[in-house]
């Protein structure tokens, strides 16, 4: 991340000496607790004392505590995270280690997928906890409120959250409250009881008050703590205490502003300017105050503020840093604005060179921005960028911050101009991005020649994200041969990706693999860059069907992808970029239908792609999770896979990136498998439309992409078909097929061509065209042979066992025949296939041969009926009553002379109806 994690706001505000016992509400906390509720919410405005409420009942808390003190920083929801995971190391310094090193690299954060990662991590590594969150309010960022939202619905047991707020923050109260999953602490509660205000103000503050004097003094300030403290400040200095209590007057603003006032005004000069001078830091120490009044003596006078109770909260337990309370430092602000308007700026200027001496860059250049600093800023985010292109990090600040700076600031350095606009293409800002683009290549930005390379890099980034893949290949090309050849630089190495993932798109694999070795070996300590290309040559060796060079070109990747020490106690975790390889392996193994030993590397490489965001890595493990869970038979895992596939597709749409079509297919042709045939069937019309009228369908070249979403439409046709008994259907599915089979063969597109071969083998299959599809089977088996692939074959259970079982009992077979057949028989198909439907003609030639043949929709009922459909999801699917859907079963039942919708579907199916 851009500069270090502020200790400071860990610290939980240890209880003072003297304050007022408010058992009644350590009571309501402990209710909370005890009941086993997710969520205390402590709501109130400024000075109720919600924080000193929380930080005194935790003091009398066994469970360990995690206390975080929210800044507008915190709106990032990288450095929100980043902060959370350090409040919990207080807990234990062993969390989260790997998951921060894993936020080094991330790209903007998705909610959903990082959540359930630190969750994980909570459940495997803390016990019982409390994490407290102060300031809530400061928090305006809608994915920070998705985090927030899907951590609280999704928080184990063991954990206790505490939000300490002015404003009720956006999350899912009602429905807590609903569940008796929220305790609310809010400012009527808060509010000094008489009693409290007697103890308060006589007790701790050390005055000698009438009872009819709390009594008015507590109805002026309608219980308001902070007002009470006001008050008693500004008694210890009345000559006349019953005269200055009665002059109290008017609704609870009048007296806030009054005492603010009266406060401030009794300090002494030195200590009043230096309050207001101070007032632009959110926390503050010693040697900060100095630098901002130029003074020598800032410890010693927060140190006498803190003895005073003038509003100064200590953060640690060694007065070194501090913090003013919010509505005192709102105050103070105003009167810099009257009294000090023109040093405003210089002091902002002196807390920055602080903040940059002690290295807290993203303070330095939230102060030089405050302060208009504009080239100071920039300068400050020109020495800070180059870590951002180690590490593709924190890149939501950075994006802010020049979006500060007056644009000719931006136009004026290169550095950050070239930064800026790859960051705007890198989160899919492609207008933006362009506009910046022209600007560098129209030479309003100096030493254009430099940067063409640059520049030609991310057009190839942006014509990939759009899904011009030729564009992208042709644009990398021209930047690499712009750039020394032996030198590695991170513009060299993301042109490289861009090349390999351009060329890739289009089913060019020899071009991805001849640019994958210009990047140097692995043999060296990997760096993101390198792993995730070594990576991705590994999944084209996949694409070609080199399975087993595959399997060891991956473990080779994983076995330099280690951090940390090898051999020590603690399990070494992986380079968050090594997903990819994990995802690769883990599907050759599940091809293999080696599940036990792919299961837990795809997880793995899920886990991990969810961290880094990585739209390839992501994208492939949606897939090898679909194939998983297919093959555990673990229907409700796979419906849930189905739906997180879904949800990454439309992720990718909403970017514009090329690989939600691959997403689409993929999630299509299980859909097509398992028989979902609602929304598959719509989307089969809707494609079908748009594929007539935008190309020719005998066309020979087709991209990778392309070539995946007409399998998923061949597949789904196949589907469709034989639920509806159409040939046509069946005929258009056997021509998309044969134009992919000559199309992958060309491009040797071994993944591609063999699904594409063994789905015409079963689409004949189910024309009633046996010995061409016998025939297409032997030419799948063929292929699958050298890779030993299985999985593509058992995945479709029934009708391809069918196929295969034939063929084997035809003469010379090949030897791979039995390996499959063997397999079927030792693997159960993940869902029991339906035998494929009978084509129109061969039904109503079955129909025609019962004495009293049914109706054309009675065949449609039956056909459901053999489906498992319920008669309302029949009624449904026919746009009829549920009641005409008993009354046709009725008379099914009596033609086929069964009693049941079980002994209807047997019998259906001995027939050849269904």
Not at 890 to 898: A, E, Q, T, W
Request: glycine share 6%; charged share 20%; net charge negative.
């Amino acid at each position: 991340m851009l500069g270090q994690i502020l200790q400071t706001k860990l610290y939980r505000p240890r209880p003072r000496p003297n304050t007022v016992a408010r058992q009644r509400l350590h009571r309501r906390l402990d209710e909370g607790l005890s009941l086993g509720r997710k969520l205390t919410l402590v709501a109130a405005a400024a000075g109720y004392g919600k924080t000193t409420l929380v930080s005194d009942w935790l003091a009398e808390q066994e469970r360990p505590v995690a206390w975080l003190s929210l800044d507008m920083a915190d709106n990032d929801p990288v450095r929100f995270l980043a902060h959370v995971i350090a409040a919990l190391q207080t807990i234990d310094a062993d969390f989260g280690i790997d998951l921060m090193v894993l936020l080094e690299v991330s790209k903007p954060l998705v909610p959903g997928i990082v959540v359930p990662v630190l969750l994980n991590e909570i459940i495997g590594q803390l016990p019982q906890f409390i994490l407290v969150l102060d300031d809530y309010y400061l928090i305006e960022t809608p994915s920070v409120y998705e985090i927030m939202t899907l951590l609280i619905e999704q928080m184990p047991p063991a954990m206790h959250l505490i939000l300490i707020t002015r404003v009720d923050p956006p999350l899912p109260l009602a429905r807590l409250r609903a569940n008796g999953q929220l305790t609310e602490v809010r400012a009527r509660e808060l509010y000094f009881t008489q009693e409290e205000t007697a103890s308060f103000l006589n007790e701790c503050m050390g005055l000698d008050l009438t009872k009819n004097d709390v009594a008015v003094l507590e109805n002026r300030t309608e219980g308001w703590i902070a007002g009470l403290q006001l008050a008693a400040l500004s008694l210890r200095g009345a000559t006349n205490i019953g005269e200055f209590i009665e002059s109290f007057a008017g609704n609870n603003r009048y007296v806030h502003d009054y005492l603010l006032e009266e406060v401030l005004a009794q300090q002494p000069k030195a200590v009043q300017d230096f309050l207001i001078q101070t007032s632009i830091l959110e926390r503050l120490n010693g040697s900060l105050c100095n630098a901002v009044t130029g003074q020598s003596d800032g410890q010693i006078v927060l140190e006498r503020l803190d003895t005073a109770n003038l509003f100064v909260i200590p953060l640690d337990n060694q007065r070194n840093w501090y913090r003013y309370h919010q509505l005192f430092m709102d105050i103070l602000r105003i009167r810099l604005q009257a009294d000090w308007p023109d040093k405003v700026d210089e002091m902002h200027v002196r807390a920055s060179k602080w903040y940059e001496a002690h290295h807290f860059t993203a303070e330095a250049i939230q102060h030089a921005l405050a302060a208009r600093a504009w080239d100071r800023a920039a300068d400050l985010m020109e020495r800070a960028v180059p870590r951002l292109g180690r590490t593709k990090g924190d890149i939501s600040p950075l994006l802010a911050w020049c979006q500060q700076l007056p644009e000719e600031i931006v136009a004026s350095r290169p550095v950050l101009a070239v930064y800026y606009t790859w960051l705007l293409t890198d989160t899919a800002q492609l207008e933006a991005a362009e506009h910046w683009l022209h600007r560098l290549e129209s030479g309003s930005v100096a030493d254009l020649e430099k940067f063409g390379s640059i520049s030609a890099t991310i057009r190839s980034q942006i014509a990939l994200i759009r899904g011009h893949g030729a564009d992208a290949v042709a644009q990398a090309e021209q930047a690499l041969a712009r750039m020394p050849a032996d030198e590695q630089t991170f513009w060299r190495e993301m042109a490289v990706l861009s090349l390999m993932s351009g060329a890739l798109s289009l089913g060019d694999l020899q071009r991805a693999e001849d640019a994958a070795r210009t990047l140097p070996s692995l043999d060296t300590r990997p760096t993101a860059t390198h792993l995730f290309a070594a990576s991705l040559s590994g999944i084209i060796q996949v694409v070609r069907g080199e399975y087993h060079a595959a399997a060891r070109h991956f473990r080779h990747i994983l076995d330099h992808a280690v951090l940390g020490e090898r051999g020590s106690r603690r399990p070494s975790p992986l380079h968050p970029m090594a997903g990819l390889a994990q995802i690769g392996l883990g599907q050759v193994l599940l091809a293999w239908n080696l599940v036990e030993e792919a299961a837990p590397l795809i997880e793995s490489g899920l886990r991990l792609g969810e961290q880094t965001q990585n739209t390839t890595t992501l994208t492939h493990a949606y897939e090898a999770l679909l194939d998983l869970r297919w093959t555990q038979t673990d229907l409700p895992g796979f419906d849930e896979a189905l739906q997180r596939t879904g949800d990454w597709e439309e992720t990718l749409k909403t970017g514009g990136i090329w690989l939600a079509n691959v997403v689409t297919a993929y999630r299509r042709c299980f859909e097509a498998v398992a028989g979902k045939m609602d929304g598959l069937t719509i989307w089969l019309a809707s494609f079908r439309v748009q594929r007539t009228a935008s190309v020719d369908l005998a066309r020979t070249e087709l991209s990778y992409a392309e070539m995946f979403m007409d399998l998923a439409f061949a597949r789904g046709l196949l589907a469709w078909g034989e639920s509806s008994g159409d040939p046509i259907l069946l005929d258009e599915s056997a021509t998309v097929l044969r134009n992919l089979v000559a199309n992958s063969r060309s491009q040797t597109l071994f993944t591609i061509q063999l699904r594409a071969q063994l789905y015409l083998a079963l689409v004949l299959r189910a024309l009633g065209q046996l010995d061409e599809g016998i025939l297409a089977m032997e030419r799948a088996v063929d292929l699958a042979s050298p890779a030993a692939a299985l999985r593509p074959f058992l995945d479709e259970g029934g009708a391809a066992c069918h196929l295969l079982r034939t063929l084997s009992d035809r003469p010379h077979p090949p030897a791979f025949t039995r390996v499959l057949v063997d397999a079927f028989a030792e693997t159960a198909a993940p869902i029991p296939a339906v035998p494929a439907s009978p084509t129109g003609q061969d039904t109503q030639q079955a129909n025609q041969q019962l004495l009293d043949p049914l109706t054309e929709r009675e065949l449609d009922v039956l056909q459901h009926i053999a489906k498992g459909l319920t008669n309302k999801e029949i009624a449904d699917h026919l746009y009829v009553t549920e009641g005409t859907v008993k009354s046709h079963a009725k008379h099914i039942y009596s033609k086929l002379g069964v009693g049941n919708r079980t002994e209807a579907a047997a019998r259906a199916r001995e027939l050849h109806l269904v």
